[in-house]
């Protein structure tokens, strides 16, 4: 059955009787963590995670996506951060555009520049590679701690736009993104620790902080 994004609590419901919440038993659950990548005419990435409550009760995480982008690498170089991904359910236009975010400081996006990634011809359900730059002094503008969002605008201003996540693994959607490793910026206030980590809903930010220096050894 379709569901929106979000997460669902299991009840069975008999007639007759009072609504009751359900246990996490035994089952085979392939049908349900199966991530499921539609064709281009649906234009969204499916997927569905069932997990047990604190309480002991079964509940399920589901995502729609509409289009996905799927976050693959993080790599910094000497100026830039690259951010490697692959778009479902739409083209990455010669609009696109990215956008980073702050999610603990009210301003504008500041818009960072998506290309397409070249290889050859796919399915459209197997998605179409991008890679996103990050310049550092976009991410490290004031020097201060920041958490960064990631948003992808593939056909520009008027076009949909998705936040990037990590919700596909080899056997269908990750139960626990894989965090990448701690960058070091370079920031006008001196040197920055840039963590690129995903929340509990796998989306992928970028946590901004002081670079402690290591203790000296006498």
Do not use: K, N, Q
Not at 116 to 122: K, V, W
Not at 147 to 158: D, F, H, I, K
């Amino acid at each position: 059955m379709p569901l929106p994004e979000g997460h669902w609590d299991a009840w069975l419901r008999l007639p007759g009787s009072p609504d009751r919440r359900l246990a996490p038993g035994a089952h085979h659950l392939g049908p349900l963590t199966a991530a499921r990548a539609a064709d281009a005419a649906a234009g969204r990435v499916v997927a569905r995670l069932p997990y047990a409550t604190r309480g002991g009760r079964l509940s399920l995480r589901s995502w729609l996506r509409a289009p996905h982008a799927e976050a693959l690498g993080v790599v910094a170089g000497p100026e830039r951060v690259t951010v490697t991904g692959r778009l479902y359910g739409a083209a990455v236009t010669a609009h696109a555009y990215g956008e980073i975010r702050a999610v603990d400081a009210p301003g504008p996006a500041c818009r960072v520049p998506v290309t397409p990634t070249l290889e050859p011809a796919r399915p459209p359900v197997e998605g179409t590679p991008f890679t996103l730059t990050l310049p550092h002094p976009d991410l490290a503008a004031d020097g201060r701690p920041r958490t960064w969002s990631l948003w992808l605008r593939p056909a520009g201003e008027t076009g949909p736009e998705t936040r990037l996540a990590r919700l596909l693994g080899p056997g269908g959607v990750t139960t626990a993104p894989t965090p990448h490793p701690p960058l070091a910026l370079p920031g006008p206030r001196g040197p920055l620790h840039a963590a690129p980590v995903y929340t509990p809903s796998h989306d992928l930010t970028f946590r901004l902080s002081p670079a402690v220096p290591l203790p000296r050894r006498g």
